[in-house]
């Protein structure tokens, strides 16, 4: 069985919430105090309307450019250009500017757009120095691009020069050659007449292109010069504080559904099956419970409550089949950690199948704890290390816990502490002992330490038939994960787990008024109605 997914984004957001609040608030202030000492900035913008370029130019012909782009990025390279901010500083100079020459390149920042328009973006600490630099960079732009239509205008008047001046060296050595008829001396031959319609058309061309030049020079069709800013572009403290915020909130939430998936709970009880890679032999729901004490009489899963009863009898209904296909009886019962609840567990289910008429013992196999030996006021006495010895009858070792509304579960203490007790259960030992009191039940249940807690649990776990595991509602699947693999390298197989302490408290066909008052009136008196109920949580402190 693979193992799902993690859980779904928003699951995880509220699992973290409140790190993503602390998250975003310290991110909100720390964007904030950053832009408070960030030094006030104003921009200026002045905007320059290009001329299209399929328009005819200074020299009359149409440049038919189809794509705008290259031309547009070209204008915004010369506004950029050295000789451009150079101007600029000078244009600044005249006007008195005491800031001129330290114009900074990285202060101005040029945009373009489809529509040829040019803007032209200076951020400085001067509202005033940033509009002057703004507005003589425009008009640098503009007198650098005349003098630039200027030059190409007057190379080609001077070419049109060359050719009208041969062209007038024709007509003047025709004009000396040519016999000229004393009726009419301003006739001219056909050659004649061609070259002065030729010199007519160069001299309208020159003029032509001069007028151009001077009319459509920069090919700017509009300027919009820049206005004083009133307000700072920087710093925005709120800005920066909201986006400081969004940043550390989706740093936050990355953080929190990465964790949430690495850190994943059982938190249903269909959580744990793909890890542990075993089916679910029953759900426990949260009850509350009396404190039990040694000597005093056990309630049993029926004085808890109609649904915790049911509970137990359908987990001991599905141990029963799976024990079946086991070949043994011996199961201990643990968990991850203390405080999971498997010795109530253990109990409820030997009282369970002791009411189903079955033939069951319930083992302390906890050498550290001992809390199903301090119930039956045992602690000490003979039990389980001393069924080691064949000297040692069952009987003697097998005692009582007495239930509260009559009947008994058979339990075998822990035992007298042997001079190694860590060794009795890595020996043989432990398995005739075992043995031995299988031979007086269908069904042994052994109480041992939490598997992540105490080594002792893998060496029971070898030497007993199979193994329970009791799963606590928000148990980290890492650790059930690490608990699997212990399991695994001890050879028993994983019979199934129980989820306990699952959220859902009532059964739907159970009135919650008629299960309350039948659950205080079977505790009777000191358990039930005006008496203080104790949390499971309390009991797991005196009985896990």
């Known amino acids: 069985m693979a193992e799902t997914g993690g859980p779904g984004l928003a699951e995880s957001l509220w699992r973290y919430r409140l790190l993503i609040v602390l998250v975003t608030v310290l991110a909100a202030l720390a964007g904030l105090g950053y832009s408070l000492q960030q030094p006030t900035r104003y921009r200026a913008t002045a905007t320059l309307i290009l001329r299209d370029p399929n328009d005819p130019g200074v020299l009359g012909t149409t440049p038919r450019v189809r794509d705008l782009a290259p031309y547009v990025t070209r204008q915004v390279e010369l506004v950029t250009s050295t000789p451009v901010l150079d101007r600029a500083s000078q244009i600044l100079q005249g006007q008195g500017q005491q800031r001129a020459p330290t114009i900074r390149r990285g202060a101005i920042d040029v945009r373009s757009s489809p529509d040829l328009r040019v803007t032209i973006n200076v951020t400085e600490e001067d509202p005033k120095l940033a509009t002057a630099i703004a507005n003589a960079v425009a008009d640098a732009y503009q007198q650098i691009a005349t003098e630039r239509v200027n030059a190409d205008a007057q190379q080609a008047i001077a070419k049109l020069e060359e050719a009208r001046a041969r062209l007038q060296g024709e007509l003047d050595a025709s004009l000396a050659t040519t016999p000229r008829d004393p009726n009419d001396p301003l006739q001219l031959t056909a050659q004649q007449e061609a070259l002065v319609t030729q010199l007519a058309t160069l001299r309208g061309r020159m003029d032509e292109i001069a007028v151009r030049a001077a009319l459509d020079g920069s090919r700017v069709e509009l300027f919009e010069a820049a206005s004083e800013p009133s307000a700072p572009t920087s ?38 099956a793909a890890v542990l890679q075993a089916p679910l032999l029953g759900e426990v729901p949260e009850f509350h419970a009396p404190p039990l004490r040694a000597g005093a009489p056990i309630p049993s899963p029926a004085m808890l409550g109609p649904v915790v009863a049911e509970a137990y009898r359908f987990a001991i209904a599905s141990l029963d089949h799976m024990v079946s296909h086991l070949g043994g009886s011996s199961l201990i019962v643990t968990s991850v950690a203390p405080g999971d609840g498997k010795t109530s567990t253990a109990l409820n289910l030997a009282i369970s199948a002791v009411r189903d008429q079955r033939r069951v013992v ?19 006495s003979p039990g389980l290390t001393d069924l080691g010895d064949e000297a040692v009858p069952v009987e003697r070792c097998l005692h009582t816990l007495e239930l509260a509304d009559g009947g008994s579960v058979p339990v075998v203490p822990s035992g007298r502490t042997p001079d190694h007790s860590a060794t009795f259960v890595r020996t043989p030992a432990l398995r005739k002992a075992l043995s031995r009191i299988s031979e007086h039940a269908d069904l042994v249940l052994l109480d041992t330490p939490s598997l992540l807690a105490v ?31 212990r399991i695994s390298s001890t050879g028993s197989p994983l019979v199934g787990y129980i989820f306990n302490r699952s959220s859902t408290s009532l059964s739907p066909y159970i009135p919650q008024d008629n299960h ?5 009136a079977r505790l009777g008196p000191g358990w039930g109605g005006g008496a203080r109920e104790t949390p499971i949580s309390e009991t797991s402190r005196t009985i896990d």
């Open 516 to 520: 309350s008052a039948r659950r205080g």
């Open 362 to 380: 319930l083992v302390d196999a906890d050498e550290h704890r001992r809390h199903l030996s301090e119930l039956c006021g045992r602690n000490g």
């Open 455 to 485: 080594s002792d649990t893998m060496a029971i776990a070898g030497q007993a038939d199979g193994v329970i595991f009791v799963v606590s509602r928000g148990t980290p699947l890492r650790q059930l994960r690490a608990a699997r693999e």
């Open 235 to 272: 710093p925005q403290p709120v800005r920066d504080a909201a986006l400081a915020a969004a940043l550390g909130a989706l740093a936050a939430g990355a953080y929190a559904w990465r964790a949430a998936a690495r850190n994943r709970r059982a938190d249903g009880r269909e959580d744990p």
